[in-house]
């Protein structure tokens, strides 16, 4: 699977325990029922931090291609250039 399919995949896994998460059964209100739905919201917010620090890395490495690239070819101007 590529880079982006794994983002998609864990950012619907997130919205999924987020949907899950907060709604414990009402009937019974029992601190099992609490602790599940804290770790499904734990468990979704871990998911999207996972995400938003991939898509960070994602960011800074495409403007580190962007500037070399961009500084390469002021080098190859000038070169052509004669000066």
Do not use: H, Y
Not at 57 to 62: N, P, R, V
């Amino acid at each position: 699977m590529t880079r982006r399919r794994w983002m998609a995949f864990f950012f619907a896994l997130g919205s999924a325990c987020f949907l899950v998460g907060p709604f414990p059964e009402a009937t019974t209100g029992s601190m099992l029922d609490l602790a599940a739905a804290n770790w499904n919201t734990s468990l979704g917010a871990a998911c999207f931090l996972a995400c938003a620090v991939d898509t960070l890395q994602m960011d800074k490495a495409s403007r580190c291609r962007c500037v070399a690239s961009s500084a390469s070819s002021r080098t190859s101007s000038t070169e052509i250039s004669g000066a």
